[in-house]
């Protein structure tokens, strides 16, 4: 057969010329080329199947699914947005490094970014509300035991970051108990002893009512924050915050703070293993923009994914709330406060062949701003970066230095093209997602990175560590502040 390819193409239409019996037009070619290779095809219809082929290859790029197409866009974004050499605007520099806060460890952080403030959680149990400026703004006893997590209320997918009025403060703590403080008057709300030891995840619904916590006793609940009963209501105010052993180690029994809140479980789940992560999710993974963009869902109902240690499934799990005007401030006997429905929705298969061999765990999950990407924290190290909608895996990331026992946290940057890691040894670790690659290592802190959390208002990422300091850090082009 020719191998030019100016004497196969000729070949070709002189052979369907030939086998359509258009003889003139086949005299004319031959004459015009000056040669006869309709013979050199060696087989029939060699045109029509290259015609074929085509038509089915634009056939199949036309009726793509939704998915296939949706996936390329994104991965044409994360290729072309932020560098794979530096972290660009991503936070890299310390602006500020802020002590006293605790007399004792810090394990937690949070922000609430449009008042640019910080609340940071620690081993002795206290709670501090602290301006980005160092200016402190209020210090609160959440329990006896160390406060392991916190969720601030109004700041988080399905409300809108930072755009809550609420300043509720939900402290998970080291006995299993979970305190509502108000970080306005600095009251104790509510309290109850949902679970044995080690709350180490919580997370608060759309509607500021709602809270899921985990816990390392193998188990997550759903709790309702509502107006005390009237027989609790009546309990002296002083005797309401000395909360009796006997309500304390009742399961789910809300515990009286004085408030007129109480916190009384609705929903509970035993797992196979211990819960390392709660993370809320928009309610609808329709909600979502583009990479750099910030998305928010509804205020009647959450999702959330809820990690367990051992399994390479996150739990998909959702409440809805049918009246979440009302639900908030009624009794626990009103129509209102029974219409919040928990329900498992999904178990989501974390391995990209869909096997169920464990070779990993989510340690810690984390939300793009633009709502299309999950971050999984592994405990192996890698840091697992998943297409929300449909739950594909986009980039597996290696390269991020660990340590014994070391404390697994990580978020987006405001682009959703860098992700920010703890490292080994008080390390920051900044990664660009689409190159896959670590564009900075930076000493942040003196002990090992026990929190952090990103503040895509300010463009800050606030870390915190058993150095008993908080780090602000903000973009290496911005203009130190004061």
Same mark, same amino acid.
């Given at each position: 057969?020719a ?48 015609v ?15 998915a ?35 007399a ?14 910080a ?10 509300v ?24 109004g700041?988080? #997918?399905? &409300? $809108?970051? /930072?755009e ?6 939900? @402290?998970?703590?080291?006995?299993g108990?979970? =305190? *509502?403080?108000?970080?306005?008057s ?11 030891k ?56 809300? #515990?009286? &703070? $004085?408030? /007129? ?7 509970? @789940? ?6 390392? =992560? *709660?993370?809320?999710l ?20 959450s ?41 498992e ?17 989510a ?12 971050? *999984? ?54 990664f ?51």
């Open positions: 057969m191998t030019d390819p100016d004497r196969l193409a000729l070949a070709l239409v002189q052979q369907y010329l030939h086998e359509h019996g258009y003889g003139r037009a086949l005299e004319a070619l031959e004459h015009e080329a000056g040669l006869r290779v309709k013979d050199e095809a060696q087989q029939g219809s060699q045109l029509l199947q290259l074929y082929d085509h038509l089915e290859r634009q056939l199949a790029d036309t009726c793509q699914d939704d296939a197409v949706r996936r390329r866009r994104l991965e044409e974004e994360l290729l072309a947005s932020g560098s794979a050499t530096s972290p660009a605007t991503c936070p890299s520099r310390l602006q500020r490094r802020i002590a006293g806060l605790h004792s460890n810090i394990i937690c952080v949070q922000c609430w970014p449009q008042r640019r403030l609340v940071t959680g620690s081993s002795d149990g206290t709670v501090t602290v301006g980005y400026d160092g200016s402190l703004m209020r210090s609160m006893q959440a329990g006896t035991s160390g406060v392991l997590c916190l969720a601030l209320a700041n988080g #997918a399905g &409300s $809108g970051e /930072g809550g009025s609420s300043s509720l403060v939900a @402290a998970g703590c080291m006995d108990s979970v =305190a *509502v403080l108000d970080a306005a600095g009251t104790l709300q509510a309290r109850c002893q949902p679970h044995r080690y709350v180490v995840a919580a997370a608060w619904a759309a509607d500021g009512r709602h809270l899921v916590t985990g816990s390392w006793d193998h188990s997550y609940a759903v709790h309702r924050l509502q107006r005390q009963q009237p027989a609790a209501a009546q309990r002296p105010a002083a005797a309401a915050l000395l909360v009796a052993a006997a309500d304390d180690e009742a399961a789910g029994k809300p #515990a009286s &703070s $004085g408030a /007129g809140w109480e916190l009384v479980r609705v929903h509970e @789940a035993q797992t196979a293993a211990k819960v390392n =992560a *709660v993370l809320p928009p309610s609808s993974s329709g909600d979502v923009g583009d990479l750099g963009s910030s998305s928010t869902g509804s205020s009647t109902s999702s959330f994914l809820v990690a367990v240690q051992g399994s390479n499934y996150l739990c998909h799990l959702s409440i809805s709330i049918s009246n979440p005007a009302t639900a908030g401030d009624s009794g626990a006997g009103s129509p209102a406060a029974a219409a919040a429905v928990v329900r929705e999904a178990r989501i298969n974390m391995n990209a062949r869909g096997d169920d061999h464990v070779s990993f765990s340690a810690h999950l984390a939300l793009s701003p633009c709502a299309r990407l999950v971050l *999984v924290s592994a405990d192996n190290g890698r840091l697992l970066v998943y297409e929300r909608q449909g739950w594909s895996l986009l980039r597996s990331i290696f390269g991020l230095p660990t340590e014994q026992f070391h404390q697994y946290c990580a978020t987006f940057d405001r682009t959703s093209s860098y992700v920010m890691a703890a490292a080994a040894h008080g390390a920051l670790a900044i660009h997602v689409g190159s896959a690659t670590r564009v900075a290592l930076l000493p942040a802190h003196n002990k090992n990175v026990r929190g952090l959390c990103y503040d895509g208002h300010a463009n800050l990422l606030l870390t915190v560590s058993f150095d008993r300091t908080l780090g602000l850090w903000e973009a290496a082009g911005n203009e130190p502040e004061g």
